[in-house]
Nanobody
């Protein structure tokens, strides 16, 4: 079965940085548009960044200029560099295709931004 595994989350102070990684098994991610999603308690899941097979990127307004999505096709990973983190970035972060493939949802990785 194809599985997506997120890693890299943690606790960071406001203004700090984290780098999240998404790794896939049994499938090449290179042919898909991939996204990083997040869900905070009491809030809807939102797409924060996406990258196409050709490398074009899109970002939610709330993270533009702070987050960078990238992909390494040789490693079969999709990363999210998160800089200048704010408390409102606190959420569980997930990767998935865009549009979403429901069966691919993993456990996500927790990002907590707090002083």
């Amino acid at each position: 079965q194809v599985q997506l595994v997120e890693s890299g989350g943690g606790l960071v102070q406001p203004g700090g940085s984290l780098r999240l990684s998404c790794a896939a098994s049994r499938s090449r991610l290179s042919i898909y548009t991939m996204g990083w999603y997040r869900q905070a308690p009491g809030k809807q899941r939102e797409l924060v960044a996406a990258i196409t097979s050709g490398g074009s990127t899109n970002y939610a307004d709330s993270v533009k200029g702070r987050f960078t999505i990238s992909r390494d096709n040789a490693k079969n990973t999709v990363d999210l560099q998160m800089n200048s983190l704010k408390p409102e970035d606190t959420a569980v972060y997930y990767c998935n295709t865009s549009p979403i493939t429901t069966r691919l949802w993993g456990q996500g990785t927790q990002v907590t931004v707090s002083s």
